[in-house]
Nanobody, 123 residues
């Protein structure tokens, strides 16, 4: 089992920045591709960004490309999401997810999910 705990959410003004963290435990972190998803009120959960287990490849949703940066520190078992130039439309609960690297890249299905952290952007 992999346990994932997100942190770093909060209230920020439009145009501001936040950095989310997701701490993993339970298995070898570097064996897992990691992703961030978000779910806004009344909407389905959507993909935000993914990073390969090695950290050498990343993917982004078009809506966040150029504003968000995903990174990881395998020594700290943590994946990050740096969010800049935030818009009111970025308001959502952000979740991190993990999938074993053997399932291929880019990841399609995820084995483990965190409980989420709320990000609220005021306009």
């Amino acid at each position: 089992q992999v346990q994932l705990v997100e942190s770093g959410g909060g209230l920020v003004q439009a145009g501001g920045s936040l950095r989310l963290s997701c701490a993993a435990s339970g298995r070898t972190f570097s064996d897992y591709h990691m992703s961030w998803f978000r779910q806004a009120p009344g909407k389905e959960r959507e993909f935000v960004a993914a990073i390969r287990s090695s950290g050498r490849s990343t993917l982004y949703a078009d809506s966040v490309k150029g504003r968000f940066t995903i990174s990881r520190d395998n020594a700290k078992n943590t994946v990050y999401l740096e969010m800049d130039s935030l818009h009111a439309e970025d308001t959502a609960v952000f979740y991190c997810a993990a999938v074993w690297y053997g399932n291929g890249w880019p990841p399609v299905r995820y084995n483990y999910w965190g409980r989420g952290t709320q990000v609220t952007v005021s306009s």
